[in-house]
């Protein structure tokens, strides 16, 4: 893969994480003060293919590794995620403490944290995905499933009304099948990605068609209807492949590149910016609903990476956003890794 595809992917990346920070944002804002704002539109927007497209990139890199031995398969796989989901759910728990021992009491916090483990918790529940998808992925592999069985089942999950009120069932139905192909079209999707930088003009107007279509149904209510979240889930995904590949062409907007490249650490830290930063800026009352969301969001997506850049500065924290040694699996630490979407 060249550096330029590779800028494309980060750069996807940081397109969705942005994204998914928005959401947060915006519905916290909106819940806290009763009220709706002018974010709430690019929310709904970008809601059919925030996350399809967030999973499918993460696929993206998987052939390169999904035939590594079980044990080193599983450290990078299943234990990475493992460790950062323990820790930071442990973080997040233990900041919001006094909230959620004044509602459910002591027991009722301890008994909720504990739950954690197999319902996904808050924010976090996408990396606790991933390694799910991960296993799933490498022993229908291994089994020998033809990729066409794997994909059709994926489709067919997500179209079936699955609502059973667990995150770890609904959302592999509903996301499975955006992951998988990421996994199984990875060259026809860099394919993509080159295409849509050699043909501009054509690529524009997919984006405006998609565009128009893609708000048009959100507008009218239909976006999350069965088929219809599907296709547009993986509309949306290719309008974010090409989008990235044009702002890569036009050396534009690099802050995106970076903040794909760090994307984990956005994803796990924009928690705390986020409610601080909406907690104050509600409590002044001096702005309307859609700027102190807009404001939450660029304090929420900034505040991770300075803290990043504080670490590294420092060389203090580094447990935060990197395994430590005790942290892999036995005779797993150390060995050459391959490039990982989701890291």
């Known amino acids: 893969m060249s550096a330029a595809r590779i800028d494309w992917v980060d750069t996807a990346k940081g397109i969705c994480i942005i994204f998914v920070v928005m959401m947060h944002s915006v519905l916290g804002v909106e819940a806290a003060a009763g009220d709706t704002g002018w974010m709430h539109a690019v929310v709904a927007f970008a809601a059919p293919f925030r996350m399809p497209d967030f999973f499918l990139i993460s696929g993206l890199f998987l052939s390169n590794v999904i035939t ?183 050396g534009r907007l690099g802050f995106l590149r970076h903040f794909g490249e760090n994307s984990i650490v956005i994803y796990l830290a924009f928690f705390f910016p986020m409610g601080v930063s909406r907690v104050i800026l509600l409590k002044l009352g001096i702005l309307d609903i859609g700027t102190v969301s807009l404001i939450v969001t660029i304090v929420a997506s900034v505040s991770p990476m300075i803290l990043f850049w504080m670490i590294r500065k420092t060389g203090f924290g580094w447990f935060l956003f990197r395994r430590p040694e005790w942290a892999y699996l036995t005779g797993t630490f150390g060995k050459k890794r391959q490039p990982q979407a989701a890291e």
């Open 68 to 250: 590594r031995d079980w044990k080193l398969y599983l450290d990078r796989k299943v234990v990475h995620f493992a460790y950062f989901y323990v820790l930071w759910m442990t973080i997040q728990f233990a900041v919001k403490a006094p909230v959620f021992v004044g509602e459910m009491g002591t027991t009722g916090t301890l008994e909720f944290y504990f739950l954690s483990f197999v319902q996904p918790f808050g924010t976090l529940w996408f990396i606790y995905m991933l390694p799910v998808f991960f296993l799933v992925c490498k022993v229908a592999h291994d089994k020998g499933i033809p990729w066409q069985v794997m994909l059709a089942v994926g489709a067919l999950l997500q179209i079936a009304p699955i609502h059973t009120g667990w995150l770890l069932v609904d959302e592999f139905a509903s996301r499975f099948v955006y992951f998988y192909a990421g996994y199984i079209f990875a060259p026809q999707i860099f394919q993509l990605a080159a295409w849509a930088r050699e043909r501009i003009g054509i690529s524009l107007a997919y984006l405006i068609g998609w565009g128009v279509i893609n708000g048009g149904l959100v507008y009218l209510g239909w976006a999350a209807l069965p088929g219809v979240a599907l296709a547009l889930g993986a509309a949306g995904a290719g309008a974010i492949i090409l989008t990235s590949a044009l702002i890569v062409k036009f």
